[in-house]
């Protein structure tokens, strides 16, 4: 059997892949855990800086004065910060500490990074904040535990080193590079550095562990010593500066594909890549069967399978005829063969990431060798590590350049969405075709590459063309708030409202990475029902001047009188970024798509004195169905009744309600219920909100109504798929559905 750990290590990511789809593991949801004082002892095992705060992480921690047996690992933020981790009880001591828990937060919404999946997966339950150490209990500790001191105290020197070196911005992609730590990375030095699909320089990877340890190598070769202890030597230090970048998955793997390589030397044996791969892979599941949901996991080997797997065939069918070529073709293969993780996690695809890759990644050696010196050297003199670190930041002025042009070049990001599994499975049977087809096929070769390239081609647009129902309405879970986005045909859209007044920065966190999972990168219709900002927070975010924004078409509000405060900010945000804004009243109409708005309010000779009362009401209804839905706002008063009067004569019964004001007491009356006859209702409600919304007697109203209702706070996101004949819905918690 050819690559026997191929197949093993096949079989047990299948093996846990299967597992985990027929019964996924939960996260820590104690909610007697969060928002209330705690003491709790337990074992420290690691400690750091993150943003001006101080944090410890302990394991085998329980509840002191609790006979409980289970025991957890926690990440504790101390009340105060620290100047030097040596203050602190050192790794290996026991502590007992006291502060207030906090639950990691949950995605409400397909699309959005769920916090507390990520930390379960490195088996860490929740977090302990504002938190004082009551007693310390010194141990002597055991080897492992004084090294890692050691390791974290030369980490927290090092950083210190490199702030002194760089500025700012460089410090923070420095650290990233050289020790793991992303603290100090800015969010717009992450998002060009993705959009450029670069974001691997800023992880620990092979490229760091195979360039350091081997530089490190040929200078203890130098020595004289023997092959046998100049590798044991350089896997040591190898290992050990593992250690002291925190030891993530990427770094795991390429530590074990790195002592694979030293040994297969040793032996005599050539390494084989997929073998070392799939050797890593084994050993890291067994040690954490967790990490097979790893983004960083699937990723690291992901990329390593598109050289080894595709790379070969691919060189076949597109001839190279010097170095740079096939170095071209091996990212190609890459950036191929990961294409369907790609889209999974990111949405996007960065259109010219090959090429850019072919500067960038020869350009990381010379960072990573400058910055080790530089950052090495400034502990004994300051001025010898400036000025080698000379070429590291000529290398970064080169990075910003790159990312910056990638920014400014047309198409430099196309956003396909999220993939559904079976498109991926489909993918990979596809390409896994090509590869054993290429491999052991004996036709003519122009023939070969046509059909070769054919189903590579064939399978790529397998797994970005989405396959939609004519009109999906969805209700986004933003907390207490409202957002609607519907996608309308012909990759059209419209958002009806966009805030939320408990969920910070909710376009970033909720409502962008939903609508870019579902493979849209602009608004074409943004509804403001009115200006309060539970309604428009998130499309201020949008367009603010000073961010990175979403693209919106038109902004349509209701026209109403001057002198609303967020009224005129969201119309000046609006042209400041040059969207068009339209203003609507009673019998006005726009068309999106399949879809045809009226709107129902605000009346053209109306004044309220409420800013609810002005809310836009939309009828929708559909071209060739006889589906129809009203959209609210926070209608009631003057407003309520006008949306009545203006309902059109010729839709007896509504498909779907999105219910007004957040299913609060005072608004949708039985009159109202009784003639619109909705088969369903949405009602945007935040978990634990202060008001209490949705109201009891109101869903009494709406249960003897005969509609079925459904509430954000309970299911998060919640679809409309609807074709000419059926509606069908589905809700992102508990992941069921009913039509």
């Not at 007693?135 to 974290?152: I, T, V």
């Not at 519907?486 to 909710?506: A, F, N, W, Y």
């Not at 026209?559 to 969201?570: A, I, S, V």
């Amino acid at each position: 059997m050819k690559r026997p750990a191929c197949v093993v290590g096949c079989c047990l990511i299948f093996f846990l892949g299967l597992l985990f789809y027929f019964k996924m593991p939960e996260p820590f949801s104690d909610s007697s855990v969060s928002g209330r004082s705690i003491p709790l002892y337990g074992t420290v095992c690691d400690k750091y800086q993150k943003k001006s705060s101080t944090y410890l992480m302990i394991e085998n921690a329980g509840f002191s004065g609790k006979g409980s047996k289970e025991k957890h690992k926690v990440i504790i933020k101390l009340d105060e910060a620290v100047d030097d981790l040596a203050s602190l009880p050192p790794i290996g001591s026991r502590i007992t500490v006291e502060g207030k828990g906090m639950l990691f937060s949950r995605a409400r919404n397909p699309g959005n990074f769920d916090l507390a999946q990520y930390e379960m997966i490195r088996g860490i339950d929740f977090e302990i904040y504002n938190a004082v150490i009551l007693k310390e209990s010194s141990m002597p500790g055991n080897p492992e535990s004084r090294l890692k001191e050691k390791l974290c105290l030369l980490r927290e020197k090092l950083s210190d080193n490199i702030d002194r070196i760089y500025g700012p911005e460089d410090a923070g992609i420095i650290k990233a590079m050289l020790l793991g730590d992303r603290a100090d990375l800015s969010e717009e030095t992450r998002n060009r550095f993705r959009r450029s699909g670069m974001s691997h320089i800023l992880c620990i990877s092979a490229l760091h562990i195979t360039l350091l340890g081997m530089t490190f190598l040929k200078l203890v070769r130098k020595t004289g010593l023997g092959k046998p202890a100049a590798y044991l030597i350089s896997f040591v230090v190898t290992y050990m500066y593992g250690m002291l970048t925190g030891a993530g998955v990427s770094t795991l793997r390429a530590l074990i594909t790195f002592a694979l390589m030293m040994a297969a030397d040793l032996l005599g044996r050539t390494p084989d890549l997929l073998s070392s791969m799939s050797v890593a892979a084994v050993i890291i599941l067994l040690m954490k069967p967790l990490y097979v949901l790893d983004p960083g996991f699937i990723l690291s080997f992901s990329a390593v399978s598109g050289i080894g797997i595709l790379g070969p065939p691919l060189q076949r069918l597109i001839p190279c005829k010097n170095k740079t070529a096939a170095s071209l073709v091996t990212s190609l293969s890459v950036n191929i063969f990961m294409l369907p993780e790609t889209l999974f996690f990111f949405f996007q695809i960065p259109l010219y990431s090959v090429i850019i890759n072919l500067a960038v990644i020869p350009l990381a050696g010379i960072l990573l060798i400058s910055g080790v010196i530089s950052m090495i050297t400034c502990g004994l003199f300051v001025k010898i590590g400036i000025i080698t670190g000379v070429p590291a930041k000529i290398v970064l002025v080169i990075y910003n350049i790159i990312t910056e042009l990638n920014e400014h070049t047309p198409f430099s990001q196309i956003t396909p969405g999220r993939p559904e599994i079976w498109q991926i499975l489909i993918y990979y049977a596809l390409i896994i075709t090509v590869v054993w087809t290429v491999e052991r096929t004996e036709i003519s070769v122009p023939l070969l590459r046509v059909a070769g390239l054919t189903g590579v081609l064939f399978a790529i647009a397998i797994v970005i063309i989405h396959f939609r129902p004519p009109l999906s309405l969805t209700m986004v879970d933003v907390g207490q708030g409202d957002c609607h986005f519907l996608e309308t045909g012909s990759s059209r859209s419209v958002m009806i409202d966009c805030g939320s007044s408990d969920i910070k920065e909710v376009a970033k966190y909720r409502v962008i990475p939903y609508v870019m999972s579902r493979g849209y990168d602009r608004i074409d219709y943004a509804v403001v029902t009115h200006p309060d900002l539970d309604h428009i927070s998130g499309f201020l975010e949008m367009l603010d001047p000073g961010g990175d924004g979403f693209d919106i078409g038109t902004i349509i509000l209701p026209d109403m009188p001057p002198g609303n405060e967020n009224y005129e900010k969201l119309i000046n945000c609006a042209e400041q970024k040059g969207v068009r804004v339209l203003k609507i009243r009673t019998g006005d109409h726009f068309r999106a798509g399949r879809v045809s708005f009226r709107c129902l309010n605000p009346g053209r000779d109306a004044y309220y004195t409420d800013a609810n009362e002005y809310s836009v009401c939309l009828s929708l209804t559909m071209e060739g169905s006889s589906f129809a839905a009203l959209y609210t706002g926070d209608a009631e008063g003057g407003g309520e009744d006008e949306m009545m009067r203006n309902l059109p004569p010729d839709i007896g019964k509504y498909t779907l309600l999105k219910c007004a004001h957040h299913g609060s007491s005072n608004s949708t009356p039985d009159s109202f219920l009784e003639r619109i006859s909705p088969s369903y209702t949405f009602i945007s409600a935040g978990v634990d909100n202060k008001y209490g919304h949705p109201n009891k007697e109101l869903m009494e109203r709406l249960e003897n109504a005969g509609t079925r209702t459904y509430v954000s706070k309970d299911r998060g996101a919640v679809r409309m798929d609807v074709y000419y004949k059926k509606a069908k819905i589905t809700y992102y918690i508990s992941q069921q559905e009913g039509t």
